[in-house]
Antibody
């Protein structure tokens, strides 16, 4: 059974930093691209970042480029999101999501339960 | 960037009704579209991928259709457990979600 368990969320002041983790199990972690998707309170879903299975390729939404860094440790089946220079508009539930590829296109097939990040003074 | 627009934003229907949600892309995305269901306080759940392929374990009352820029999600006979918010998502170029459609049971 695929399981994704996020941690590391919390309250942080504007301009501060936070590191999120996502522990994965139930699948061969290194074989799959992984992503972070966020959801502001009462709002819709926004893709944040994606990393390839080997960690060699990373992609970011314009809203976080230059501030957030995605990484992974395949030896520990763990995905990370380092968030710097946090802003109030980064307040959201952050979900980690496993991606699957069909005919060369990637979509999200499993999601974790999310971790809440609140940016406020 | 590809924009995704869903309609309606909210719909209310009775148990047993046929329900249709529409999703439009700002440019052609071929069939690279997924649908997700999200219940309050829960993570999204994949329902449909590649516009019309039903994810394993998803009830057959859910179906998807469309290609290019116009897509639909249909629930053939609405059940109480279907009360949720539904999101479309394109994965032709990066990943973009629609704003969501909240389905309520009358």
């Amino acid at each position: 059974e695929v399981q994704l368990l996020e941690s590391g969320g919390g309250l942080v002041q504007p301009g501060g930093s936070l590191r999120l983790s996502c522990a994965a199990s139930g699948f061969t972690f290194s074989s799959y691209a992984m992503s972070w998707v966020r959801q502001a309170p009462g709002k819709g879903l926004e893709w944040v970042s994606t990393i390839s299975g080997d960690g060699g390729s990373t992609y970011y939404a314009d809203s976080v480029k230059g501030r957030f860094t995605i990484s992974r440790d395949n030896s520990k089946n763990t995905l990370f999101l380092q968030m710097n220079s946090l802003r109030a508009e980064d307040t959201a539930i952050y979900y980690c999501a496993k991606q699957v590829v069909v005919a060369g296109a990637y979509y999200f097939d499993y999601w974790g339960q999310g971790t809440l990040v609140t940016v406020s003074s | 960037d590809i924009q995704m627009t869903q309609s309606p934003s909210t719909l209310s229907a009775s148990v047993g009704d046929r329900v249709t949600i529409t999703c439009r892309a700002s440019q052609s995305i071929s069939s690279w579209l997924a649908w997700y269901q999200q219940k309050p306080g829960k993570a999204p759940k994949l329902l449909i991928y590649k516009a019309s392929s039903l994810e394993s374990g998803v009830p057959s009352r859910f179906s998807g259709s469309g290609s290019g820029t116009e897509f639909t999600l249909t629930i053939s006979s609405l059940q109480p457990d279907d009360s949720a918010t539904y999101y479309c998502q394109q994965y032709n170029s990066y990943w973009t979600f629609g704003q969501g459609t909240k389905v309520e049971i009358k």
